[in-house]
Nanobody, 122 residues
Framework: QVQLVESGGGLVQAGGSLRLSCAAS????????MGWFRQAPGKEREFVAA????????YYADSVKGRFTISRDNAKNTVYLQMNSLKPEDTAVYYC???????????????WGQGTQVTVSS
C-alpha cells in the first residue's frame, strides 16, 4: 500500500480557488490510479475526480466538471486537485485515494489519506 497525505484545504469565498495536493510515499506511485472524493456533513462520500496511472485519462463528477482539474506529477509522487469557481456546496472534507484500477468506485481504492477540509463561504 501507499501512504497518502493531503494538504491545501482552507476557507475561501464563493468564486475563489484552491489547490489541493496529495503526497504519496513509496516508489510505486506511478503504478497507481488516483482519485479525489469528498464528504460533506450528513452526506455520503462522493466521487469527485480520477486520473489514470500515466495521467493520460481523467474523469470528473458532473458537479465539478469544467471547474476542477485533477493532475499528477509522478516524479514528485503527488496528485493535485485544482478547484476553481468554488461554490458553497463544494464544502466538504476532501480525500485522495490510490488504487490499482482507474475507476470512480470508492471501494476499489485501497489507500486513503486523512482528508483536508474545504469550506466555501457564500
Amino acid at each position: 500500500q501507499v501512504q497518502l497525505v493531503e494538504s491545501g484545504g482552507g476557507l475561501v469565498q464563493a468564486g475563489g480557488s484552491l489547490r489541493l495536493s496529495c503526497a504519496a510515499s513509496g516508489r510505486t506511485f506511478s503504478s497507481y490510479a488516483m482519485g479525489w472524493f469528498r464528504q460533506a456533513p450528513g452526506k455520503e462520500r462522493e466521487f469527485v475526480a480520477a486520473i489514470s496511472w500515466s495521467g493520460g485519462s481523467t474523469y470528473y463528477a458532473d458537479s465539478v466538471k469544467g471547474r476542477f482539474t485533477i493532475s499528477r506529477d509522478n516524479a514528485k509522487n503527488t496528485v493535485y486537485l485544482q478547484m476553481n469557481s468554488l461554490k458553497p456546496e463544494d464544502t466538504a472534507v476532501y480525500y485522495c485515494a490510490a488504487g490499482a484500477l482507474y475507476t470512480v468506485v470508492a471501494e476499489k481504492f485501497g489507500s486513503w489519506g486523512q482528508g483536508t477540509q474545504v469550506t466555501v463561504s457564500s
